[in-house]
């Protein structure tokens, strides 16, 4: 299991994921998950990974491969996200229809997701979620991040603090918190972490970093939240019992 984000605002993007892969408790390894396909001043092309590992790990060759032998169409060739969407997806379908019928005869799952983030020249940034099946949803300013891999544990601290106004610089905080949450509640998810801010219009990667394991960043936001979390919990008001006993049974008769 893994946990990637993906989070768009007014003035750029976050991608985010961690690296942990596992096949059972007593077979856990790491592998990268976000995948830098940008080129400085034409595009930013970022690409998040979960699901089956070899499916996303031969899509992820196949791609790097056709922009190395200049197939068309590539990554580096076509002209607006929508299209590098569908081109991911197309990967995916292929590899699926080829795979598919070995795996499920050994009742192994195939599916797999790939979040796409970026901006390529002459028109807005994107972000988009692709499905096994290669179609794909896009990310909007009332929805402003997607999610892929183990997604229940980080999105409540999403919906909570993430708009489309969010300065940049609070959802990179916000994904690593998201990330951080996962990662308490379920230890299929793991360092490293992988996450890039990019800025809107800037084509170029500015801010990129790995935190490992026992990363003082990481140690420090969680030892933060949680105090900042039994504090607000602290200052809820206690249940007013005397009252809830005293109202009329709320229970409805028939006339």
Known sequence: MTYCLGIITSTGLVMAADSRTNAGVDYISSYKKLFDFSIAGERALFLCTSGNLAVTQAAITLMARDIKTAAEP?????????????????????????????????KIDCSCNILLGGQICGEEPGLYLIYSQGNFIQASKETPFLQIGETKYGKPILDRILNFDTPLQAAAKCALLSIDSTMKSNISVGPPINLVMYEIDSFKVRYELKLKIGAPYLRKIRTLWEISLNQAFERMPDIDWEHYLELPDERTTED
Do not use: P
């Open 74 to 106: 590539n990554l580096h060739s076509l002209t607006n996200l929508y299209d590098v969407a569908r081109y991911i997806g197309s990967k995916l379908r292929a590899l699926q229809l080829e795979d598919r019928e070995w795996l499920e005869k050994d």
